[in-house]
């Protein structure tokens, strides 16, 4: 059912209190390595709990969807400024939230009546957790989801069902003594397993939304929202795949911003390339202090 509507991978956890990453998330936090975004202090049992987000789940059911594109922008020509791949095509959001609407409905179509929501990066849920639980991979050093066949580069999306499953088990963590990762990256944001996403770029460029500290001037490498660094160095990921869906393909008029080095963004420009883009949670003024920020160095 997942492969029919465009998911790489499926993996089944049994809906319960995850006892291991209770301590770590109150370490997390307690460190304010969240930075500035709030919201993570929030809902800290429906995090660990998905019966409080789901009264009566009895499975997680975790899906990986591709978005490696055939072309990276940022490594054409001589490009200065970088977009992380997962931004684009059409905003993630919407796309899988519709697949997985189409899930539920064919569930209930196969099986009787399922009670259940569905989630694609929507609510306090741990979901490399989950997808790691489920076998669909391990959390690497860099404490995103590596899957063996073919790496990192997914969506992560999770149905929360009250339908009984048989759970599948984790599997081992294949990171081995590789520190690509953590050795790559320009701001020291990550140490083996843990991430201070008050120093990540994908932070600095998306979630802060005051000025970008000064002293990431010259550790930036050119990236104006998100970053791939992590992503791009790890050998895992030379098995990633061109991803198969065509609302994920950059238009014509990113591949033309891209093209210019970014010279014509006006807030016209930025609404009309980005209007269904995830670049839009940024804003115009955000992208702009980016951009600005990173003409210092």
Request: with cysteine; glycine share 6%.
């Amino acid at each position: 059912m997942a492969r029919d509507l465009g998911f790489d991978f499926c993996g089944i956890s049994k809906a319960e209190f995850l006892a291991e990453d209770a301590p770590r998330l109150e370490k997390w936090l307690r460190n304010e390595a969240h930075g500035k975004m709030s919201y993570m202090e929030n809902h800290f049992d429906k995090r660990l709990d998905p019966t409080r987000l789901v009264p009566g789940a009895k499975s997680v059911v975790s899906l990986l969807y591709n978005y490696y594109p055939e072309k990276d922008l940022s490594s054409e020509g001589s490009q200065s400024h970088k977009v992380a791949k997962y931004a684009y095509g059409k905003d993630y959001h919407f796309v899988i939230k519709d697949k997985l609407k189409d899930f539920m409905h064919k569930l209930q179509e196969e099986v009787g009546q399922v009670e259940g929501r569905v989630f694609v990066d929507s609510a306090p849920v741990m979901e490399r957790q989950w997808a790691a639980k489920s076998g669909l991979g391990w959390i690497g050093k860099n404490t995103l989801l590596i899957n063996k066949d073919q790496g990192s580069f997914f969506f992560l999306a999770e149905l929360i069902i009250d339908l009984e499953l048989e759970a599948d088990g984790p599997i081992k963590d294949y990171c081995g003594t590789c520190t690509k990762c953590v050795d790559a990256c320009p701001t020291d944001a990550i140490t083996p397993y843990e991430l201070d996403a008050s120093k990540c770029i994908s932070y600095l460029t998306i979630e802060l939304k005051d000025q970008i500290p000064s002293e990431f001037e010259e550790k930036m490498e050119g990236w104006a929202f998100g970053c791939d660094i992590c992503q791009d160095v790890c050998p895992w990921n030379r098995f990633s795949k061109p991803h198969r869906e065509p609302e994920f393909r950059p238009t014509n008029e990113l591949v033309e911003l891209f093209n210019n080095n970014w010279q014509d963004l006006t807030e016209e420009v930025f609404r009309s390339v980005f209007k269904a883009s995830a670049v839009k949670r940024t804003k115009f003024e955000g992208l702009k202090r980016n951009l600005n920020f990173l003409k210092k160095i």
